[in-house]
């Protein structure tokens, strides 16, 4: 599906490099749309704010995209369909990102410890404040010795740490720090690589509701199966 990797790689960390000496002491950032949305992330030394508007616009992004295939949809459902679709390589980023996303995006570039350019597994940086904060909140203790290990040991791929998020993706609705490691590492990570010509950034926006949850004689027909 890709085609000339090695130069697009190349032109990534390019990018990436240019973004680390080009950080700004501080965000400029300032269109939060998700302002009124409760605080999930904390973690000092961090822009929280902005890893809070990442991940709610990031699920906002997912929930439209899942409703607009079924319009029932709720953000467990979205969570557990795009886990799946990013283990097994099926999603297309470019029908998800949103104007917003793509926004926020430019603002997450300018947070240099986030990156890595030198990391093929993903363009984030394992060994950075962000990821030791998700690393060190994650509620479920299997989950978080699973991602401290692979961290460790220099192991740590999306590929090896998504297989066990299959069987767990209801977590991410009351763990945001993990819902925030699928945020960066399997959504905006992925962004480096968007062809913007083609996202469609006039389609329209739904209002989603986030607290909608599945009814109970109607349950995700997915659950406890890994797909």
Same mark, same amino acid.
């Given at each position: 599906? *890709?085609?000339?990797?090695? /130069?697009?790689?190349?032109?990534?960390?390019?990018?990436?490099?240019? &973004?680390?000496?080009?950080? *700004?002491?501080? %965000?400029?950032?300032?269109?939060? *749309?998700?302002?009124?949305?409760?605080?999930?992330?904390?973690? @000092?030394?961090?822009?929280?704010?902005?890893?809070? $508007?990442?991940?709610?616009?990031? $699920?906002?992004?997912?929930?439209?995209?899942?409703?607009?295939?079924? #319009? &029932? /949809?709720?953000?467990?459902?979205?969570? #557990?369909?795009?886990?799946?679709? #990013?283990?097994?390589?099926?999603?297309?980023? @470019?029908?998800?990102?949103?104007?917003?996303?793509?926004?926020?995006? $430019?603002?997450?570039? $300018? @947070?240099?410890?986030?990156?890595?350019? %030198?990391? &093929?597994? #993903?363009?984030?940086?394992?060994?950075? *404040?962000?990821?030791?904060c998700i690393s060190e909140n994650i509620k479920d203790a299997n989950l978080k010795a699973t991602l401290n290990a692979l961290i460790s040991t220099n192991s740590m791929s999306p590929k090896l740490f998504g297989a066990p998020l299959l069987t767990k993706y209801r977590n991410a609705l009351n763990d945001k720090y993990l819902a925030l490691y699928i945020t960066l590492d399997l959504y905006y990570s992925n962004l480096f690589e968007l062809n913007l010509d083609l996202v469609n950034l006039d389609k329209p926006e739904q209002q989603v509701d986030f607290n909608k949850l599945p009814p109970a004689s109607n349950p995700d027909p997915h659950a406890g199966h890994n797909h």
């Open positions: 599906m *890709k085609t000339n990797m090695n /130069s697009q790689f190349n032109l990534i960390a390019v990018l990436l490099v240019f &973004t680390f000496f080009n950080c *700004k002491q501080q %965000n400029t950032f300032s269109d939060y *749309k998700f302002a009124d949305k409760p605080q999930a992330i904390s973690c @000092e030394g961090l822009n929280s704010k902005l890893y809070n $508007e990442a991940l709610y616009s990031f $699920e906002d992004d997912i929930l439209n995209y899942y409703q607009q295939q079924k #319009s &029932t /949809s709720t953000l467990v459902q979205a969570y #557990s369909q795009f886990l799946r679709g #990013s283990n097994y390589g099926r999603l297309k980023l @470019e029908d998800f990102v949103s104007k917003h996303t793509l926004d926020v995006f $430019e603002a997450l570039k $300018e @947070e240099a410890d986030l990156w890595d350019a %030198n990391n &093929t597994e #993903s363009h984030l940086n394992y060994h950075g *404040k962000t990821i030791r």
